[in-house]
């Protein structure tokens, strides 16, 4: 029988990922980011409270987080693997080109917390194609597939 060959998943805090993305309060997306596969998966964490200011007007009475933020904290957990795969000696940016078959299945509430599953589906150059799932409880609350164009500066 042949060695396996365990593989350490990493994880990246709220510090780390500031190092590795441009992103700041209040539009950055996620706090941290566990089981990293390299540029192949992750996870995303993001602690979904009452403090955010998206919810003075997205609803006051009821409160939902917005779709549109859903999918850019899918964007950001994507686009943070990638530029920490590519250990680059400068910073990365990664530019979201494409959404595709997104659907929003329940409303992520305050008090949530959203996991959010990537997965590398294809990668091509400097472009990549993750599917992407958010979870609250087990339940999935929202997918897509996003596209991304990783520029490294030199």
């Not at 990668?123 to 958010?134: P, Q, S, T």
């Amino acid at each position: 029988m042949a060695d396996a060959v365990a593989s350490t998943l990493e994880a990246v805090d709220v510090i780390g990922l500031m190092k590795l993305l441009p992103h700041r309060y209040p539009f950055l997306m996620i706090d941290r980011i566990v089981d990293i596969d390299g540029d192949n998966s992750a996870v995303g964490i993001k602690n979904v409270t009452m403090n955010e200011l998206h919810f003075l007007g997205h609803f006051p009475d009821q409160p939902v987080m917005p779709g549109v933020l859903i999918v850019e904290a899918m964007a950001q957990t994507a686009g943070a693997i990638c530029i920490r795969a590519a250990r680059a000696a400068k910073p990365s940016l990664v530019y979201f080109l494409t959404i595709d078959g997104a659907k929003f299945r329940k409303p992520v509430v305050p008090g949530d917390q959203l996991r959010i599953y990537v997965k590398k589906l294809k990668k091509r150059g400097n472009l990549l194609k993750f599917a992407c799932e958010g979870m609250v409880d087990g339940t999935k609350v929202a997918e897509a597939e996003i596209q991304a164009m990783m520029v490294v500066d030199e």
